[in-house]
Structures are given as C-alpha cells and as structure tokens.
C-alpha cells in the first residue's frame, strides 16, 4: 500500500509541475476544468490505494445509458 500512495504522490507532483506555468496563465474556465479532472483523479486514486470496489466511471456511464441502448437494440433487432 505505501508503494502504492508514493506512486500517486509522484504522479502528482510531477503533473502539477509540469501544468503548473500552464495553470497561471490560463482561463477561469480552463481551471475549473482542470480542477474536475483533478478531482475524478483523486476518486480513482483514492479506489486504487485503498483497494475497494468503488463505481468506476464505465459503471455509472452503464447505468445511466443501459435501457435506452437496450431499447435500441431492441427495436433494431425486432422483425419487420
């Protein structure tokens, strides 16, 4: 686990190292989205190190779009 927390550490310092010059001369909205970047980073890192079996981004992009596709298929695969 600590290899783990000194992998994302590095990770880290080394990415916001290298966006930082980028950061301070960039626009309000640039920022904000690299601050909800940021964030989904962390929850996936967070998942990482700790090991749990948190929703990952595939599962909540299939729960939100499952039954329209499955309608659609549905309606494709119907005989005419």
């Not at 310092?13 to 626009?27: E, N, P």
């Amino acid at each position: 686990m600590h290899e783990k927390i000194i992998l994302l550490i590095i990770i880290s310092i080394l990415t916001l190292f290298y966006d930082g010059s980028k950061l301070k001369m960039a626009k309000r909205r640039e920022i904000l989205t690299y601050g909800i970047a940021l964030l989904f980073f962390l929850y996936l890192a967070l998942d990482y190190v700790i090991g749990k079996d948190w929703p990952k981004p595939n599962d909540i992009i299939e729960f939100l779009f499952e039954p329209i596709a499955k309608h659609i298929v549905e309606f494709l695969t119907t005989p005419s």
